[in-house]
């Protein structure tokens, strides 16, 4: 399949409709806008001689056309059931990169409403945060997110509030072909907060081909802890490109488990910068290809404070002829003494076809830091197969029952429990066969 170059490519058609949010929100809001969608036209759309997508060929994304969606989708209560949880202290739903209120709910002591909303009621809460921790990233797509900001979550958690329960914010995709939205969330905890947001991105049944381009921004405050989950069951022909951007103040803390079911093609970036000492940060990842499905899992971690300690641990289950990408970078700045920083990433491939590109990287200007970095990848251990069919398994079983168990290591340390139970069974029923 030839690969699309930047100049072959119509970058005018990606900013149709984009004069629609133009002039809505207060003046910074607009000109976030108006910055974004000129900083969208100066970047480098992505190909593979760009080292950060050397190993991502998104040429189908950019060759299609899609469109804003019009109109309201007929979703009722039933039609959800099986995406929701239940539970919780708020729940946030999106149809087609829309508001729902009718299927949303709020809660006391916690700020949780639509960003457009918000953008007018909370605006001295928002202000502060919005597009501070992007960073001037090279990423255009987060240029074109931003060119488009409109809508999305918006969390916020004030001085020394902690929930029980979590905060679900849900985007559901309907069956409408080539069309796109550009989820924006926005995440604030003040000094002393804790909470739990799970996110989810999930299709309807007869969902087809539509791009999700989504950009989550996260303010963790000191003494803070946030637990970010984040799932993507797309469509098995859809498109999802992510940029989540975190800044954790001192003595706080940030985790996050990335699990991703579905979709042709995902790129899930995630960057944290430990801004404040004693920060904490660890990075859970989970990705399951089969097919000819691409998923790209590039991870940053900056040291920019003493004493910050962090974590990636991200496993894949790659089959058929699918393609998995994984890039875990951890960089020390030379104020950063004391760091403690650990990576790895493990891989377990069922099929000769099935591809994968890791490159654990450290960048440390440091000198009293413990930083390790490594990576596994190979097949299930032909020992413990032969163990298993001794028991009487067949070899698909035995195959089923070790990938299970692989994968299930991440999807275990999910502290919610219905969201880990309903990926427990996921994972289950598509490794382990039933014996006949």
Not at 248 to 256: I, P, T
Not at 273 to 302: C, F, K, R, W
Not at 304 to 333: E, N
């Amino acid at each position: 399949m030839p690969e699309v170059q930047e100049q072959g490519v119509d970058k005018a058609r990606f900013l149709e409709g984009v004069e629609r949010f133009r002039e809505t929100g207060p003046a910074w809001a607009r000109a976030i806008r108006a910055k974004s969608a000129t900083r969208f036209n100066e970047l480098e759309l992505p190909n593979r001689k760009m080292e950060d997508w050397r190993f991502t060929n998104i040429a189908p994304i950019l060759r299609t056309p899609f469109n804003l969606v019009a109109g309201e989708a007929a979703v009722d209560v039933s039609t959800l059931a099986p995406f929701r949880y239940g539970g919780g202290v708020a729940e946030l739903v999106f149809i087609d990169g829309q508001f729902a209120p009718q299927f949303s709910r709020a809660a006391e002591g916690v700020t949780s409403l639509n960003l457009s909303e918000a953008l007018t009621s909370h605006e001295v809460l928002i202000e502060p945060h919005l597009g501070r921790y992007l960073n001037g990233t090279p990423n255009p797509f987060a240029a074109l997110n931003s060119a488009f900001l409109a809508d999305g979550a918006f969390v916020h958690v004030a001085k020394d509030a902690a929930f029980a329960g979590p905060i679900y914010v849900l985007y559901v995709n309907t069956k409408r072909d080539n069309t796109v939205t550009y989820p924006r969330n926005l995440i604030v905890l003040e000094s002393g907060a804790k909470a739990d947001v799970v996110e989810s991105h999930v299709a309807l049944d007869g969902a087809s081909r539509y791009l999700t381009n989504s950009i989550t921004e996260v303010a963790v405050g000191e003494n803070a802890a946030l637990h970010l989950y984040k799932l993507i069951h797309e469509s098995g022909e859809a498109y999802h490109l992510a940029t989540t951007k975190v800044r954790v103040d001192r003595g706080g803390s940030f985790k996050s488990h990335a699990i991703s079911q579905s979709g042709k093609i995902i790129r899930n970036e995630i960057g944290v910068q430990l801004d404040g000492e004693g920060a904490h940060t660890s990075l859970h990842g989970l990705y399951m290809t089969s097919g000819d499905q691409l998923v790209d899992n590039p991870t940053a971690i900056e040291h920019a404070k003493p004493h910050c300690t962090s974590w990636i641990g991200y496993k894949g289950v790659l089959d058929d002829k699918s393609h998995a990408v994984f890039s875990g970078k951890v960089y020390v700045h030379r104020v950063a003494q004391k760091t403690d920083s650990n990576q790895l990433n493990q891989n377990m491939v069922l099929s000769d076809k099935a591809t994968i590109d890791t490159k654990p990287l450290l960048e440390i200007f440091a000198d009293d830091v413990k930083c390790t970095h490594g990576a596994t990848v190979g097949r299930p251990p032909e020992e413990l197969v032969f163990y298993f069919r001794t028991r009487g398994m067949s070899e698909a079983m035995a195959l089923g029952m070790l990938t299970y168990g692989f994968a299930d290591e991440v999807v275990n340390q999910i502290e919610i429990d219905p969201v880990r139970t309903r990926l427990e069974q996921f994972v289950f029923n598509k490794y382990s066969p039933i014996p006949a």
